[in-house]
Protein backbone atom coordinates (compact mmCIF):
# COMPACT_ATOMS: atom_id res chain seq x y z
CA UNK A 1 0.00 0.00 0.00
CA UNK A 2 2.67 2.79 1.16
CA UNK A 3 4.48 1.67 -2.56
CA UNK A 4 1.30 2.32 -4.67
CA UNK A 5 1.18 6.08 -2.51
CA UNK A 6 5.04 6.79 -3.58
CA UNK A 7 4.32 5.95 -7.24
CA UNK A 8 1.20 8.00 -6.67
CA UNK A 9 3.41 10.65 -5.10
CA UNK A 10 6.09 10.79 -7.87
CA UNK A 11 3.08 10.57 -10.44
CA UNK A 12 1.91 13.98 -9.10
CA UNK A 13 5.19 15.57 -9.44
CA UNK A 14 6.36 14.57 -12.54
CA UNK A 15 2.99 15.65 -13.65
CA UNK A 16 3.74 19.02 -11.84
CA UNK A 17 6.90 19.57 -13.04
CA UNK A 18 5.45 18.63 -16.74
CA UNK A 19 2.69 21.60 -16.16
CA UNK A 20 5.49 24.13 -15.11
CA UNK A 21 7.75 23.52 -17.92
CA UNK A 22 4.77 24.44 -19.93
CA UNK A 23 3.71 27.43 -18.26
CA UNK A 24 7.24 28.37 -18.60
CA UNK A 25 7.30 27.42 -22.23
CA UNK A 26 3.96 29.75 -22.73
CA UNK A 27 5.11 32.47 -20.84
CA UNK A 28 8.59 32.74 -22.98
CA UNK A 29 6.03 32.12 -26.09
CA UNK A 30 3.70 35.29 -25.04
CA UNK A 31 7.18 37.67 -24.43
CA UNK A 32 8.01 36.98 -27.63
CA UNK A 33 4.95 37.66 -29.29
CA UNK A 34 4.36 40.76 -26.89
CA UNK A 35 8.17 41.74 -28.34
CA UNK A 36 7.74 41.08 -31.45
CA UNK A 37 4.15 43.39 -32.00
CA UNK A 38 6.01 46.02 -30.12
CA UNK A 39 9.04 45.78 -32.60
CA UNK A 40 6.77 45.71 -35.80
CA UNK A 41 4.16 48.43 -34.64
CA UNK A 42 7.50 50.78 -33.91
CA UNK A 43 8.59 49.68 -37.06
CA UNK A 44 4.93 51.16 -38.60
CA UNK A 45 5.24 54.23 -36.75
CA UNK A 46 8.40 54.94 -37.87
CA UNK A 47 7.51 54.39 -41.53
CA UNK A 48 4.45 56.45 -41.13
CA UNK A 49 6.73 59.38 -39.50
CA UNK A 50 9.34 59.07 -42.64
CA UNK A 51 6.48 58.66 -45.71
CA UNK A 52 4.17 60.34 -44.50
CA UNK A 53 2.27 62.06 -47.21
CA UNK A 54 4.07 59.91 -49.91
CA UNK A 55 0.97 58.63 -51.89
CA UNK A 56 2.34 55.10 -51.27
CA UNK A 57 1.98 55.27 -47.36
CA UNK A 58 -0.28 57.83 -46.89
CA UNK A 59 -3.26 56.82 -44.96
CA UNK A 60 -2.37 53.19 -45.24
CA UNK A 61 -3.76 51.53 -41.52
CA UNK A 62 -1.54 49.06 -39.23
CA UNK A 63 -3.38 45.95 -40.61
CA UNK A 64 -2.37 47.29 -44.52
CA UNK A 65 0.92 47.60 -43.63
CA UNK A 66 1.24 44.34 -42.18
CA UNK A 67 -0.44 42.39 -44.88
CA UNK A 68 1.19 44.12 -47.56
CA UNK A 69 4.47 43.44 -46.61
CA UNK A 70 6.80 40.94 -47.66
CA UNK A 71 8.51 39.83 -44.04
CA UNK A 72 11.70 38.01 -44.30
CA UNK A 73 10.13 34.58 -43.59
CA UNK A 74 8.16 34.70 -46.75
CA UNK A 75 4.80 36.03 -46.46
CA UNK A 76 3.95 37.51 -49.59
CA UNK A 77 0.90 39.19 -49.61
CA UNK A 78 -0.90 41.53 -52.42
CA UNK A 79 2.71 42.31 -53.80
CA UNK A 80 1.96 42.24 -57.51
CA UNK A 81 1.45 45.55 -58.15
CA UNK A 82 3.97 47.37 -56.62
CA UNK A 83 7.13 49.06 -58.20
CA UNK A 84 10.51 47.68 -56.87
CA UNK A 85 11.21 51.07 -55.14
CA UNK A 86 8.26 51.20 -53.16
CA UNK A 87 8.47 47.15 -52.40
CA UNK A 88 11.84 47.78 -51.15
CA UNK A 89 10.09 50.51 -48.72
CA UNK A 90 7.48 48.37 -47.25
CA UNK A 91 10.38 46.27 -45.82
CA UNK A 92 11.62 43.79 -47.91
CA UNK A 93 14.75 43.78 -47.26
CA UNK A 94 15.58 45.27 -50.38
CA UNK A 95 17.56 48.16 -50.71
CA UNK A 96 15.47 51.58 -51.90
CA UNK A 97 16.25 53.30 -54.85
CA UNK A 98 14.79 56.54 -55.84
CA UNK A 99 12.97 56.77 -58.83
CA UNK A 100 12.62 59.64 -60.87
CA UNK A 101 9.75 61.87 -60.05
CA UNK A 102 9.17 60.21 -56.90
CA UNK A 103 10.56 62.88 -54.29
CA UNK A 104 13.03 60.08 -52.69
CA UNK A 105 16.43 60.75 -52.47
CA UNK A 106 19.24 58.22 -52.47
CA UNK A 107 21.66 59.95 -49.95
CA UNK A 108 23.15 56.68 -48.76
CA UNK A 109 23.87 54.87 -51.62
CA UNK A 110 27.84 56.35 -51.17
CA UNK A 111 27.81 55.15 -47.53
CA UNK A 112 26.45 51.72 -47.72
CA UNK A 113 28.54 51.41 -50.67
CA UNK A 114 31.02 48.01 -50.12
CA UNK A 115 32.99 48.08 -53.17
CA UNK A 116 35.79 50.21 -51.14
CA UNK A 117 38.87 48.70 -51.23
CA UNK A 118 39.51 50.26 -47.54
CA UNK A 119 36.40 48.41 -46.19
Not at 10 to 30: S, V
Not at 44 to 68: K, W
Request: charged letters at 25%.
Amino acid sequence: MQQIQVQMQQAQEQTQARLKAIETEQNFQNQQQIACYRGITGVYECLQHVYDGHPYFAGRSFADFITHTQWPEGRPYDRQGESSSHAARAGDGVTARAEPGDGATDDTDDFMRTDDPEV
